[in-house]
């Protein structure tokens, strides 16, 4: 392995494990072109395992280093290029311990993309056998998740986050969250009134700021005096129903079932 490789390499692993994020991304930059000019991006198996166990060590913290980062298409360009070398070069290479946490990390965040149909044709590629599936925790967390959604069991997914088994995993979680939020908002049609207790309740916040500051982006009317949000209605008049945008929901989803079975 070249002198150039391996101090990257030292310089990306030295900075990750420290948690200072920022001199990790310039030092992944400059890794990331090293590996491009030694062709280890998209490597052969005529490379040396030393060089290819360093590439992939580089894209793995690339990948983990997204998320903490909160930068998912990012995730999405590192989780590509370790595709080579988990799916063809697992047979020269040494396993990764990362390879499990980075592959429930993309089907975590294919379930935050409402990508169903791609959720599963991904686990059913997983190059592992059911019995093993379900007893890998990287693994089990996303399909909890996704069987959770499906039912609306929305407290299980809020509960999974201290669960995650690995500390990125929230990011996603909480990315779910906020689409369950959005979902929880509906109560706004459902209630004229409703103490902030229960707001927070049924948003699943814990603190009292957070329901204040998500009652305020909806335009929510706030009673601090009475503790309670005063929903804003809309006459008969003024309420249209969606066809168009059900029937395009509708057909989205119906897409999504025909590619699952």
Partial sequence: MSTLLSRL??????????????????????????????????????????????????LEIGAFWSIRTK???????YFSQLQTFYNDLSSVLP???????????????????NRIADFHTTLESLPLPAEKLVTNPYIQHPVNLELWLMEGSYSKVWNAREEA?????????????GTIRQIASCEEAAYHVLPLKDAA??????????????????????????????????????????????????????RELEQIV
Wanted: proline share 5%.
């Fill in 165 to 177: 088994p690995a500390e990125e995993y929230k990011f996603f979680v909480d990315s779910l969250m």
């Fill in 9 to 58: 390499h030292s310089d990306v692993t030295r900075t990750f494990s420290s948690s200072n994020l920022q001199k990790c991304g310039e030092h992944l930059s400059k890794a990331k072109l090293a590996l491009i000019e030694s062709d280890l991006i998209f490597p052969s198996v005529h490379k040396k395992v030393e060089e290819l166990v360093a590439a992939r060590d580089i």
């Fill in 95 to 113: 396993p990764s311990q990362r390879e499990y946490p980075i592959r429930g990390l993309n089907l975590i965040r294919l379930l935050t993309q």
């Fill in 71 to 77: 930068d998912v298409p990012s995730f999405d360009r």
């Fill in 201 to 254: 309740t049924l948003l699943f916040f814990r603190t009292q700021s957070e329901v204040l500051n998500f009652a305020q982006e909806r335009n929510w009317q706030i009673d601090i005096a009475a503790g309670q949000i005063v929903f804003p209605h809309k006459s008969e008049e003024d309420m249209e129903i969606p066809r168009e945008k059900l029937i395009a929901n509708d057909l989205v989803y119906a």
